[in-house]
């Protein structure tokens, strides 16, 4: 990968992310229990999705001090709009642990963030990046197939997003600054404009630099959307 190409991809990003930005209340906040809370709910789910669980979530637990005195039916029953019916005791679960190992405090180091039940390094850094600001890359489905797609970034795992070079990989391409606004600007940029099927390759702001789309043209002409 050509550093200049990376830097070309990290300018994009960050210029479409300042016109496109979609904006939900998790990513006003800098409360590191509101920002866990969601990247919880976001898992496997729609943002759109999210937003009004989220919202009477909040308005109902506003700490977790409330949270772990809740009754575990009526976490379900808030969630469950989203499926996924583990994450009610999943959050009761972690809130238990916080309470007892960090006096009700989400903490800000990644051992313990993964030390919490059912939470991974995608969530740990999350929590990191946008409540403690700290310059830590963000590996999804979707940040792996636009990297795969732009730079032919390739994992030998079945799981790429479980790979360490996947993880190095996207920590050399975070931006020095603006690494925060980067990070959202993957996870929209992949949900809008380079989705799984039919990406909008014709509004993609990297396609200049991106071998798939030279691939795409050269072998199929110019189809796509």
Same mark, same amino acid.
């Given at each position: 990968?050509?550093?200049?190409?990376?830097?070309?991809?990290?300018?994009?990003?960050?210029?479409?992310?300042?016109?496109?930005?979609?904006?939900?209340?998790?990513?006003?906040?800098?409360?590191?229990?509101?920002?866990?809370?969601?990247?919880?709910?976001?898992?496997?789910?729609?943002?759109?999705?999210?937003?009004?669980?989220?919202?009477?979530?909040?308005?109902?637990?506003?700490?977790?001090?409330?949270?772990?005195?809740?009754?575990?039916?009526?976490?379900?029953?808030?969630?469950?709009?989203?499926?996924?019916?583990?994450?009610?005791?999943?959050?009761?679960?972690? !809130?238990?642990?916080?309470?007892?190992?960090?006096?009700?405090?989400?903490?800000?180091?990644?051992?313990?963030?993964?030390?919490?039940?059912?939470?991974?390094?995608?969530?740990?850094?999350?929590?990191?990046?946008?409540?403690?600001?700290?310059?830590? !890359?963000?590996?999804?489905?979707?940040?792996?197939?636009?990297?795969?797609?732009?730079?032919?970034?390739?994992?030998?795992?079945?799981?790429?997003?479980?790979?360490?070079?996947?993880?190095?990989?996207?920590?050399?391409?975070?931006?020095?600054?603006?690494?925060?606004?980067?990070?959202?600007?993957?996870?929209?940029?992949?949900?809008?404009?380079?989705?799984?099927?039919?990406?909008?390759?014709?509004?993609?702001?990297?396609?200049?630099?991106?071998?798939?789309?030279?691939?795409?043209?050269?072998?199929?002409?110019?189809?796509?959307?």
């Amino acid at each position: 990968m050509l550093r200049r190409d990376a830097t070309r991809f990290q300018k994009a990003m960050l210029a479409w992310y300042k016109k496109n930005l979609r904006h939900y209340p998790w990513r006003l906040e800098n409360d590191p229990y509101k920002i866990l809370i969601a990247e919880i709910m976001l898992q496997q789910t729609n943002a759109d999705k999210v937003e009004p669980v989220y919202t009477e979530f909040i308005s109902k637990y506003q700490s977790i001090n409330i949270l772990v005195q809740s009754d575990i039916q009526d976490l379900k029953a808030l969630l469950s709009p989203l499926g996924l019916d583990y994450r009610a005791e999943r959050l009761k679960n972690i !809130a238990e642990k916080l309470v007892i190992e960090h006096s009700g405090a989400v903490p800000g180091t990644e051992k313990s963030l993964l030390s919490l039940p059912g939470i991974g390094r995608y969530v740990s850094n999350a929590v990191l990046c946008f409540a403690y600001s700290k310059r830590v !890359a963000l590996v999804d489905v979707n940040t792996v197939r636009l990297y795969g797609r732009v730079f032919n970034f390739q994992s030998q795992k079945n799981r790429p997003r479980d790979d360490n070079k996947t993880w190095e990989f996207a920590i050399q391409m975070l931006p020095r600054v603006n690494f925060k606004e980067y990070n959202l600007a993957l996870l929209d940029f992949s949900s809008i404009i380079c989705l799984a099927k039919k990406p909008h390759c014709v509004r993609c702001t990297v396609s200049s630099i991106c071998l798939y789309r030279e691939q795409h043209v050269q072998t199929n002409g110019d189809q796509t959307r």
